[in-house]
């Protein structure tokens, strides 16, 4: 049975740093990259990064490059995300998700976890 699980969000101020978890079971982790993507009130799920099964290639949206940083834990099958200089604008829920392929594309990912939520405010 696929699971993904999300950890680690929070309230932190503008500046700060959260990193996320996501823990995952039930699947061929070997097989599979990992996005993460976000949802903010009233705006339609964009992909943030993901990184491949290898985790060898990484791939950043625009908005949070040089910012994020996206890692994989093998052993663990976890994959993580380290948000730095946080910006009020990052305030969203927070999913993780697997995917055949190395996409920021939503719709190519068919196993989504439950989400967690980032808040950035002073």
């Known amino acids: 049975q696929w699971q993904l699980v999300e950890s680690g969000g929070g309230l932190v101020q503008p500046g700060g740093s959260l990193r996320l978890s996501c823990d995952t079971s039930?699947?061929?982790?070997?097989?599979?990259?990992i996005g993460w993507f976000r949802q903010a009130p009233g705006k339609e799920r964009e992909g943030v990064s993901c990184i491949s099964s290898s985790g060898s290639s990484t791939k950043y949206a625009d908005s949070v490059k040089g910012r994020f940083t996206i890692s994989r834990d093998n052993a663990k099958k976890a994959v993580y995300l380290q948000m730095n200089s946080l910006e009020p604008e990052d305030t969203a829920v927070y999913y993780c998700?697997?995917?055949?392929?190395?996409?920021?594309?939503?719709?190519?990912?068919?196993?989504w976890g439950q989400g967690t939520q980032v808040t950035v405010s002073s």
């Open positions: 998700a697997a995917s055949i392929d190395l996409t920021l594309i939503q719709y190519d990912y068919n196993y």
């Open positions: 039930g699947f061929t982790w070997d097989y599979y990259a």
